[in-house]
């Protein structure tokens, strides 16, 4: 059902990432740009890393380069293939291209193991044997240098005997660490002579059994850039401080050939934040985990795949990506501005059709028995281009509960008795009164909308309805914020009435078919999902005002 909406393609902000980029191709530093988008699989995507995908795949994309998808699959005991799948699943359902096939850190491990080979052999690396409090006690804090450890001066020839035996599975788990040969009195305590090999007996979900050592992301994802010859390593500002190991270690690395120049680079950008919601796969995992919501894709969740379910599109996060832009500074984005984003691509793709939510009966009392019309109904309001639709009519409908009362307040416009409203591209209907849980009205039968007569008798108030004999019963879920703290970080903020499902009588035209995304008039943007309908967002911001 829905329509392609002109391509809207505005000319994209700059920022800082794309000067460097700027620069680079201009002084000849690459012939193309290569970036990447690097998930750990230990989780669902959230919507923090639509922001990484579309800042890595629209960089490639607007520079005619290329961006790669890689697991950074080095920790095996937390990996599962069922997130690699979904993973893929929400990249390719944001449109990025990764050309088709996605990479695996894992594929690297022998060259990663060649590396620490030639680390050791020159003398840049070493086999550290003390225990985990006596490596932690060494390495100092922020005001104390670290203490060199006493394996610190083993021989290369050692170091390297020791580094096979742990690869080959002769020693515990624990029993000792290969470290890198920096400085132990640095101020950056990255550069504190980094672990960068550890003795891990664990299943990879790829690898199987075949490695009782697994190498450390600090260390893995420098090389898996290089290997790949990613230009551009664009990743969150928490990795700043790793940036001089990052440069220590490929300059090494490359000095001994085993990688070739032009290095990638390093940048940082300000990870987003949203409000209402958590953005982290391990608090993620634990919702999940203790069933305060049904699974990672339940349409409450902040993952692509829940955003997805709801009706977000991906259309909408470019718009929402665009407009929050990129920036070194890290800052809170209230949720508001996402749903809006959403809003207005829906607006432009999704087709307007009547539902009713919280229904109650209304009965015309002179329309014939038995009689039916079809009204002539636009899909969308500012798109002519777009058609009618026929929607029938009868003497029995249903309409909103909230729009009749009998004891209406200073500005009610909608249904009450003596008043007359418009029945939405019907007739006018005048009340009577109400009686025996029905809205009793007569109608006034040269007010057909379309018709010469329609604007004869002028109303205030316009409402929708479905007629009752040819209604589609549905379930409908209704959406509020998963946290009401705006600020959440604990299970005590989510917020109880979060999803409220309910019996919705909708108009026909909305049954059978996958209907995609919809606008129920005056009640917001529906997302077709598992034989019901979501709410996706309501059609004013509903939340800021409160
Ligand atoms: P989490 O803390 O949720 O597990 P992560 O950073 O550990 O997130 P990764 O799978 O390692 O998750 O992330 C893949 C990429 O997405 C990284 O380059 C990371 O910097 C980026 N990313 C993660 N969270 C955000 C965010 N909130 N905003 C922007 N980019 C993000
Ligand atoms: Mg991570």
């Given at each position: 059902?829905?329509?392609?909406?002109?391509?809207?393609?505005?000319?994209?902000?700059?920022?800082?990432?794309?000067?460097?980029?700027?620069?680079?191709?201009?002084?000849?530093?690459?012939?193309?740009?290569?970036?990447?988008?690097?998930?750990e699989p230990n989780g669902y995507l959230h919507l923090g890393h639509?922001?990484?995908?579309?800042?890595?795949?629209?960089?490639?994309?607007?520079?005619?380069?290329?961006?790669?998808?890689?697991?950074?699959?080095?920790?095996?005991?937390?990996?599962?293939?069922?997130?690699?799948?979904?993973?893929?699943?929400?990249?390719?359902?944001?449109?990025?291209?990764?050309?088709?096939?996605?990479?695996?850190?894992?594929?690297?491990?022998?060259?990663?193991?060649?590396?620490?080979?030639?680390?050791?052999?020159?003398?840049?690396?070493?086999?550290?044997?003390?225990?985990?409090?006596?490596?932690?006690?060494?390495?100092?804090?922020?005001?104390?240098?670290?203490?060199?450890?006493?394996?610190?001066?083993?021989?290369?020839?050692?170091?390297?005997?020791?580094?096979?035996?742990?690869?080959?599975?002769?020693?515990?788990?624990?029993?000792?660490?290969?470290?890198?040969?920096?400085?132990?009195?640095?101020?950056?305590?990255?550069?504190?002579?980094?672990?960068?090999?550890?003795?891990?007996?664990?299943?990879?979900?790829?690898?199987?059994?075949?490695?009782?050592?697994?190498?450390?992301?600090?260390?893995?994802?420098?090389?898996?850039?290089?290997?790949?010859?990613?230009?551009?390593?664009?990743?969150?500002?928490?990795?700043?401080?790793?940036?001089?190991?990052?440069?220590?270690?490929?300059?090494?690395?490359?000095?001994?050939?085993?990688?070739?120049?032009?290095?990638?680079?390093?940048?940082?950008?300000?990870?987003?934040?949203?409000?209402?919601?958590?953005?982290?796969?391990?608090?993620?995992?634990?919702?999940?985990?203790?069933?305060?919501?049904?699974?990672?894709?339940?349409?409450?969740?902040?993952?692509?795949?829940?955003?997805?379910?709801?009706?977000?599109?991906?259309?909408?996060?470019?718009?929402?990506?665009?407009?929050?832009?990129?920036?070194?500074?890290?800052?809170?984005?209230?949720?508001?501005?996402?749903?809006?984003?959403?809003?207005?691509?829906?607006?432009?793709?999704?087709?307007?059709?009547?539902?009713?939510?919280?229904?109650?009966?209304?009965?015309?009392?002179?329309?014939?028995?038995?009689?039916?019309?079809?009204?002539?109904?636009?899909?969308?309001?500012?798109?002519?281009?777009?058609?009618?639709?026929?929607?029938?009519?009868?003497?029995?409908?249903?309409?909103?509960?909230?729009?009749?009362?009998?004891?209406?307040?200073?500005?009610?416009?909608?249904?009450?008795?003596?008043?007359?409203?418009?029945?939405?591209?019907?007739?006018?209907?005048?009340?009577?009164?109400?009686?025996?849980?029905?809205?009793?009205?007569?109608?006034l039968p040269e007010t057909r909308s379309g018709t010469p007569g329609?604007?004869?008798?002028?109303?205030?108030?316009?409402?929708?309805?479905?007629?009752?004999?040819?209604?589609?019963?549905?379930?409908?879920?209704?959406?509020?914020?998963?946290?009401?703290?705006?600020?959440?970080?604990?299970?005590?903020?989510?917020?109880?009435?979060?999803?409220?499902?309910?019996?919705?009588?909708?108009?026909?035209?909305?049954?059978?078919?996958?209907?995609?995304?919809?606008?129920?008039?005056?009640?917001?943007?529906?997302?077709?999902?598992?034989?019901?309908?979501?709410?996706?967002?309501?059609?004013?911001?509903?939340?800021?005002?409160?």
């Amino acid at each position: 059902m829905n329509k392609p909406s002109k391509p809207s393609q505005p000319a994209s902000t700059s920022n800082f990432i794309k000067h460097v980029i700027e620069s680079d191709l201009s002084a000849k530093k690459h012939i193309a740009i290569r970036t990447r988008f690097p998930p750990e699989p230990n989780g669902y995507l959230h919507l923090g890393h639509a922001k990484s995908i579309l800042l890595n795949f629209g960089l490639a994309k607007e520079y005619g380069g290329s961006c790669n998808l890689r697991f950074d699959d080095t920790n095996p005991e937390k990996e599962e293939q069922e997130y690699v799948d979904s993973i893929i699943d929400s990249v390719k359902w944001l449109g990025a291209d990764f050309g088709g096939k996605a990479l695996y850190a894992s594929d690297y491990f022998d060259k990663m193991y060649e590396c620490a080979e030639y680390l050791v052999t020159s003398g840049n690396a070493y086999v550290d044997s003390q225990s985990a409090d006596e490596m932690k006690k060494n390495r100092g804090d922020f005001t104390h240098p670290g203490v060199d450890s006493p394996f610190r001066s083993r021989s290369s020839a050692e170091n390297l005997s020791l580094l096979k035996e742990m690869k080959d599975g002769k020693h515990p788990d624990g029993t000792h660490v290969l470290r890198a040969k920096i400085d132990m009195k640095s101020q950056n305590m990255n550069l504190r002579d980094p672990a960068i090999y550890r003795i891990k007996r664990a299943t990879h979900h790829r690898t199987g059994d075949k490695w009782p050592i697994y190498p450390m992301y600090t260390y893995a994802h420098p090389i898996e850039d290089a290997i790949e010859r990613i230009t551009h390593s664009i990743c969150t500002l928490e990795f700043e401080d790793q940036r001089p190991f990052y440069d220590w270690l490929l300059n090494k690395l490359a000095d001994g050939k085993l990688l070739e120049r032009p290095l990638p680079q390093q940048i940082e950008f300000a990870r987003l934040n949203l409000t209402h919601v958590l953005l982290s796969k391990r608090l993620l995992i634990k919702l999940v985990e203790d069933k305060h919501v049904d699974g990672w894709d339940d349409p409450r969740m902040p993952t692509l795949a829940g955003a997805r379910r709801r009706g977000y599109t991906a259309e909408g996060f470019r718009r929402f990506a665009e407009r929050i832009g990129v920036s070194k500074a890290n800052q809170m984005i209230d949720y508001s501005i996402l749903e809006d984003c959403m809003r207005e691509h829906l607006n432009e793709i999704a087709p307007r059709r009547m539902a009713v939510l919280d229904p109650i009966k209304l009965v015309i009392e002179n329309y014939p028995e038995g009689q039916e019309e079809l009204m002539d109904v636009p899909n969308h309001p500012q798109k002519p281009e777009w058609g009618k639709r026929q929607v029938p009519f009868s003497r029995e409908l249903y309409i909103e509960r909230e729009d009749f009362t009998d004891a209406p307040e200073k500005g009610y416009f909608r249904l009450f008795p003596g008043n007359k409203v418009r029945l939405r591209y019907a007739y006018v209907v005048e009340c009577e009164g109400w009686h025996n849980g029905v809205v009793r009205c007569r109608y006034l039968p040269e007010t057909r909308s379309g018709t010469p007569g329609a604007d004869s008798v002028k109303v205030k108030g316009n409402i929708h309805w479905v007629s009752k004999k040819h209604a589609h019963q549905s379930e409908v879920r209704l959406y509020d914020r998963l946290f009401s703290a705006e600020r959440p970080d604990r299970t005590e903020h989510l917020n109880p009435k979060s999803l409220n499902v309910i019996q919705a009588q909708l108009e026909r035209n909305l049954a059978g078919t996958e209907a995609g995304a919809v606008q129920f008039e005056r009640h917001g943007y529906f997302m077709a999902d598992r034989g019901g309908f979501n709410r996706t967002v309501t059609l004013r911001d509903s939340w800021t005002r409160q």
